[in-house]
Each structure stands twice: as C-alpha cells, then as structure tokens.
C-alpha cells in the first residue's frame, strides 16, 4: 500500500540574494520566482517618481510623500532602508513578518547593506546567497555585453564590484556563476534544504509527540 504523503506546517524563510552588478543575480531571482510558486519577490517602498514602463505594486509600492517613508522609518516599520540619489527605498516590516507566519518564503534582491539590516532584525528567518562572477574579466564582457551602459558607468560598476564582492564572508553561502544552469541548480538545491531545517517545521515537535504516544507492539 502506499503512503500518503505527511504535510507538516513550517514557518517561511527569507531568501536574499546579493552579487556585483552583472554577476547574474537577476536572473537566477527572476528564474526562481518564475518556477517555484512557493517564493514570491519582496516589494519595496519607494518615494522615487514611477517611471511610464513600472507598474504600483508590480515593480515598487510608490509612495507620494518623504515624511510618510520618513515616519515608517522612524517607527521602525522598516526591515532594511536605503537612500540612493535622493530617493528613499525600503521593506515594509509588516508584510514579510505575516508571509513567514503562513510559512510562505519571500525573495530578497538587495545589496550586502540592506541584507546587513535585514539580517539584525530577523537572524533565524534570513538565508543569504552571495553570487559571485568567475573573474573580473568575465564581470566587465557581461556588463559590456549588455550594452545598457556607457563605458564610464561600466568602470564605476566594476569598482563598486570589489567593495561589494569583499563582503562575501557576511553570507551563508557563495556561488560562483560560472555556468547559469549549475548555479541555478545549487540555488534550489540550497533553499530545497533550507526549507527542511528542523527550527523552520513548526508541527514536527507535536508529530513527534503523537509518534512516541503509541504503544510499542
């Protein structure tokens, strides 16, 4: 006969992933989010103006006033929060904290400072994944393959890339992207075990209990 499958209930967990611009971290984000229905993206708030092609909701949760953001920040409602050109961006505390109680993952594509942030406030529910490209050489053919940037901006990213890539030892594991279909592999494969962590199986303690409470034969 066979078994039915046992379904425990298990608290969520946040999936962060971080690299150097051009390192591969969009991809295999929008890879993961696109195939796996059991993670979905964090959504930031933003005070930046909405650009014709974003849609509220879909690519930011856009907000109309900088006191507003600055009042949320202050309350502590943020998980992390960053200032980039005059705008202000962050992740709303309220919503994550409900999706990791109806054991629902959420995915993270954020910089070591906001996974810094994210990781003093929520240490047992945060996984991190720092990518890393297999050279600086290989790095800068990608963002010159890409052809969205000027040759000025390149060279910032690739400086920027250093500082980024020297906070690897932050993280709880590091791929090298040197083949995307591998490196996709080793991402489920990490959050495949993560998702089993005995702190994360909310029910186990009481399944345990109702094994042991049967009388041995």
Known sequence: MELSAVELKRRGLLLILSSPSGAGKSTLTRNLVREDRGIRLSISVTTRHKRPSEINGVHYNFMESVPDFEEMRDRGDLLEWAQVHGN??????????????????MMFDIDWQGTKQIVEKMRSDVVSVFILPPSMAELKARLERRAEDTPEVIARRLRNARDEIAQWQAYDYVLINDDLDRTYGDLKA????????????????????????????
């Open 88 to 105: 202000y961006y962050g992740t709303p505390r309220k919503p994550v904290e409900q999706a990791l109680a109806r054991g629902e993952d």
């Open 190 to 217: 990490i959050l495949a075990a993560e998702r089993l962590r005995r702190e994360r199986q909310v029910e186990l303690e009481g399944f345990i209990d109702g094994l042991l409470a049967v009388p041995a034969e």
